[in-house]
């Protein structure tokens, strides 16, 4: 049975992250997301504090924490800053937890060690200039040779691409096996032919890096694959699995930052010689977001207690990336509302979060995509065919 109750250690761990979010990330939020700066820095304190590979186990240098656990820090640190967020997410579930689940003793010795403790970073190579939602039909191609593989194609809006040290990318194999050709790499980027670029004028997630990656006849050995040639969509949607899991549980945190900062404000602010907390108006605005943060988080645990019991997840974390990241719009808009003028300029952290949350109902598959796979799970139909 599903238990709401967390243990000792959860608290603790819960407790340990909320005050490295209100020291480490929080007083810089402002600042580098103005500079558009993505903080090595705070990188460095999210690996020491090891939050760069937490459901990675211990004997590959994670912490051997469960997705329950994992959700209480990427609700903290999500609070504090997405851009922040995004490092942990991309880092833990679209790479590691890749790594882990798909890799060989090799390659997770090779690789795992030094991203859980943030010595490197990596990032996700799935989307393209012409391949978004339709991930099965992506144009990286990877041929054949001696001993290894040569890789071409362009890779579109990666996380972390200009810092990564290895970027695990999908490339098709052999396009009349559509899906059934794709194969994954884990490719070093200081390869000859791998460049990137960086990508200006996001509406959000300013202090994060996203990076368009062209990879022009990259050669790698046989032992740079990942999984079996043939998997690679598989391996793609298992890390979705993982990756829509911490997003939700990101925007739990900008729910929770958006009731936090209302209440604080509205109890503060004055008008008509009283707080504007005890207007009805207010407090409907702000009992809208508590509904909000409460949901979003219930759904968070409930896939997180799915994938800890090793029952099938893909439709319930579908539900909580659906609502969660769609709450935290709404939330963080809702905010705004609460704090007037005062919340349409950064002195205040929510702008910041209505302008981060944007991007989460489009990344990691669409609000859309979410609703097809949750459709076709209640119909049986698949309206993606
Ligand atoms: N884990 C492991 N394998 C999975 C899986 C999962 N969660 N989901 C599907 N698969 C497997 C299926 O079992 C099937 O295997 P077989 O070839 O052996 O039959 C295969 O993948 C294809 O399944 P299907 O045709 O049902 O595909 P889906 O419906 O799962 O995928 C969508 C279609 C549109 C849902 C998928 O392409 C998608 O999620 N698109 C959005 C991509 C995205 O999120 N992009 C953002 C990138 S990160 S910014």
Redesign the pocket.
């Known amino acids: 049975m599903i238990d709401f109750e967390l243990t000792d250690e959860q608290r603790l761990i819960r407790e340990t992250a909320r005050e490295f979010a209100d020291r480490e990330i929080v007083p810089v939020a402002r600042e580098n997301d103005r500079n558009e700066h993505f903080d090595l820095e705070l990188v460095k304190k999210l690996g020491d504090m090891g939050y760069l590979g937490p459901i990675v186990a211990e004997e590959y240098g994670g912490r051997g924490l469960d997705y329950r656990t994992y959700a209480l820090i990427v609700e903290e640190v999500g609070r504090g800053d997405s851009s922040a967020r995004t490092v942990v997410s991309v880092q833990t579930s679209?790479v590691c937890s890749s790594i882990q689940r798909w890799g060989s003793e090799e390659q997770k010795h090779e690789w795992l060690p030094r991203l859980c403790s943030g010595e490197i970073l990596g990032c996700?190579g799935?989307?393209e200039p012409d391949t978004?939602?339709?991930?099965?039909n992506l144009k990286t191609r990877a041929e054949k040779t001696g001993d290894g593989w040569r890789i071409s194609g362009q890779k579109q809006?990666i996380?972390m691409g200009n810092f990564a040290k290895v970027a695990l990318v999908f490339a098709q194999t052999d396009p009349e096996q559509r899906?059934?050709g794709l194969a994954a790499f884990l490719v070093p980027t200081d390869s000859p032919g791998f460049s990137s670029s960086a990508i200006h004028g996001k509406l959000g997630l300013r202090a994060a890096d996203t990076a368009e990656l062209s990879l022009d006849g990259v050669e790698v050995g046989d032992e740079a694959l990942l999984g079996r040639v043939g998997d690679g969509?598989?391996?793609?949607?298992?890390a979705?699995?993982s990756?829509?899991y911490s997003v939700a549980a990101g925007c739990v945190g900008i729910c929770q930052g958006c009731v936090d900062a209302s209440v604080e404000y509205s109890k503060d602010r004055m008008q008509f010689d009283r707080p504007i907390a005890s207007f009805q108006l207010v407090q409907q605005m702000i009992a809208d977001m508590v509904v909000d943060a409460e949901a979003a988080r219930a759904l968070v645990w409930r896939a997180g207690w799915l994938k800890d019991t090793g029952k099938p997840n893909?439709t319930e974390t579908s539900i909580a990336k659906l609502f969660a990241t769609e709450a935290a719009v709404r939330s963080a808009n809702t905010a705004i509302q609460v704090h007037g003028g005062s919340g349409y300029v950064d002195d205040y952290p929510v702008e910041r979060y209505l302008r981060d949350a944007r991007v989460t109902t489009l990344?990691?598959?669409?609000s859309q995509?979410q609703k097809?796979?949750i459709g076709?799970a209640a119909t049986g139909i698949?309206a993606?065919?």
Request: aromatic share 12%; proline share 0%.
């Open positions: 679209l996700f799935l989307t978004g939602s339709d991930a099965a809006w996380s899906h059934r969509f598989k391996v793609a949607m298992s979705l699995d990756g829509r893909t990344y990691e598959g669409t995509i097809l796979i076709r698949n993606m065919a």
